[in-house]
């Protein structure tokens, strides 16, 4: 799946997923910056060798852990690490100025092992950062640790939210701790890349429809160019970016707060990290809160659940589309869906011939405008670009979907968060190899949902090619001491479909599932809809639930506003990053 963030400049490349802010693409998220991953992974860039890691990650000496004859050696390994980390604790402090964390936000490190079979060899250091709880000690239930997606989203602008004053974290504030931190590979725990980062976002890309087989060949070599480019520059840790492996991180993360039992806040591919761990560690959980799941059946992982999102995004594209017609008195693009589709058909035409500002083709629009169809608050900015562009002002069209060279820091956020996305898809599960299977699979769903399909392949394509060992996924279950798990999913989501939520409803026993009908948006619990937000309240700060599931009418719809799309970017920082 692939990340998507509304809000700064685009990067050109393949449509991504999932981070504390949105991503540009399709997928789950990363960092203070929430880049997209676009349409054509297009850009494989120089392939430059390296230690990347030196330094990162470093050799510590060997611990003994408890004997459990029936575990895993990962499971010994995770119970060495979190005691190592309980006894250290965390050393909080101001965060360094370039992170952007003002206090009273503090940061720290815990450190975790690269392999936890080998609990007492290289070890990298995990970014996390808190905010202590607003309602003082007596009211304190523990740190409520949160993921926004990815893979390869940060979580570290999840205390912001408190900083912020963002209304509707508010009473949670009061009761817990804000807990984000970088997942392993990501932003400053160890973080990885595949290619030079300004190569990364240049752009124009190839348009990521095919309209031959020569076009499949060049696509199918950068896919190759970039799979080969994580090896030589992150390849000694690629083995261990695994989801697994995060949901160890986490409880180690977890033992270093000082904390008994988990509180968990994942969206997007955090649900999916929070399903992993409820598998792993049933009984370290207290409260936990997934919202628009990612399907964790072994058989969607993740090959699968990239095409299953491809036919999603259709649907909430017909859906932004109908909206822009009913509101053609204000953006004067088409009266009717089919004359939107048509108008879309137009741009990306003209754009493929003579690129907008020389920057702008079809893989840049896909990039900027898939965020409409992951986000409501993207609804009234995306048109207003595209209004504008109709009307001859081309600025805000290259300023939203076009690279900025200039801003290194951000491209550099955007390739890590990529690179990160890949790693973990690809070394979750095992991918087919055979182009006939891709090319079958992806021409058949291509026919019935062109918007997203050929881009969000050519993404994940490097996945054929991968040199680093690839697992099979984990069997999402309930265990024993897991309490009910908050499942929160719109029912037309297109980033995580529905079904996602119904699956791991099925599989967590004694779940909640609250639906919000007639809905899409990506990240329900950052809306307001009181029927949700006094419900995911109730839980996190009662432990109750319904005594069934619930269903939800929709937030409110969008407002058509002649807002500019920028100010509205940056108000979408806190957006999920997509699977």
């Not at 349409?39 to 611990?63: F, K, N």
């Amino acid at each position: 799946m692939f990340e998507s963030s509304p809000g700064g400049r685009g990067t050109a490349g393949s449509p991504s997923s999932c981070r504390d802010q949105p991503p540009r693409a399709a997928h789950p998220c990363r960092g203070n910056h929430h880049v997209r991953r676009t349409a054509a992974l297009g850009a494989a860039g120089t392939l430059v060798t390296g230690a990347l890691l030196a330094g990162a990650i470093s050799a510590t000496p060997a611990t003994a852990g408890e004997r459990h004859p029936a575990s895993s050696a990962e499971d010994r390994g995770v119970r060495t690490a979190a005691a190592r980390a309980a006894a250290q604790g965390i050393n909080w402090q101001d965060c360094p100025a370039d992170w952007g964390l003002k206090a009273p936000i503090q940061c720290g490190y815990v450190t975790v092992p690269v392999d936890y079979a080998r609990p007492g060899g290289r070890t990298i250091k995990i970014a996390v950062d808190r905010v202590r709880n607003t309602g003082g000690k007596d009211a304190r239930q523990g740190a409520l640790v949160y993921n926004p997606g990815g893979p390869g989203g940060s979580g570290m602008r999840f205390p912001s939210r408190v900083t912020d004053g963002k209304p509707l974290w508010k009473k949670t504030a009061a009761a817990y701790d804000f807990v984000g931190f970088d997942p392993r590979g990501v932003g400053h725990s160890a973080a990885i890349s595949c290619v030079d980062p300004q190569e990364f976002v240049s752009a124009p890309k190839a348009d990521p429809v095919p309209g031959n087989e020569a076009d499949k060949r060049a696509q199918r070599k950068l896919a190759k160019a970039y799979a080969d480019g994580c090896a030589a520059r992150s390849g000694g840790l690629l083995p261990y970016l695994t989801t697994p492996n995060t949901a160890r991180d986490l409880d180690v993360i977890r033992a270093a707060l000082g904390e008994k039992k988990l509180n968990y806040l994942g969206v997007s591919y955090g649900t999916y990290l929070g399903a992993v761990y409820g598998t792993l560690f049933p009984g370290h959980v207290r409260r936990m809160v997934v919202d628009s799941v990612v399907n964790p059946s072994r058989d969607k992982v993740w090959y699968q659940a990239n095409l299953d999102q491809d036919v999603a995004f259709e649907t909430r594209w017909g859906d932004w589309k109908k909206w822009v017609a009913k509101n053609d008195a204000t953006y004067h693009i088409g009266d009717t869906p089919e004359k939107v589709q048509a108008q879309w058909e137009k741009l990306r035409a003209s754009a493929k011939k003579s690129p907008i500002g020389g920057l702008v083709g079809p893989a840049e629009l896909i990039g900027f405008f898939q965020q409409a169809p992951y986000y409501d608050s993207m609804w009234a900015p995306a048109a207003e670009v595209w209004s504008a562009y109709r009307a001859g002002d081309d600025k805000q069209l290259i300023e939203n979907a076009g690279p900025d060279l200039k801003d290194t820091a951000g491209n550099i956020a955007a390739e890590n968060g990529n690179a990160v996305y890949t790693a973990v898809e690809c070394a979750d599960t095992k991918w087919p190899t055979d182009w006939r299977t891709w090319d079958r699979d992806n021409t058949r769903v291509h026919a019935q949902a062109p918007f997203m399909t050929w881009a969000n392949a050519w993404m994940n394509l490097p996945c054929a090619t991968w040199s680093a060992k690839q697992q099979r996924p984990v069997e999402v279950k309930s265990g024993k001491g897991l309490p009910p798990v908050l499942l929160v999913q719109s029912t037309r989501d297109a980033a995580t479909p529905y079904e996602g939520a119904v699956e791991l409803h099925k599989r967590f026993a004694g779940s909640r599932l609250i639906t919000e009908r007639d809905a899409g948006s990506h990240g329900v619990t950052g809306l307001v809809n009181p029927c949700i937000n006094d419900r995911v309240d109730a839980y996190l700060l009662e432990g109750r639930t319904d005594a069934r599931d619930v269903t939800c009418a929709p937030h409110a719809a969008p407002e058509p506003a002649k807002a500019s799309a920028k100010t509205a970017a940056k108000g979408a920082r806190d957006l999920p990053v997509a699977p």
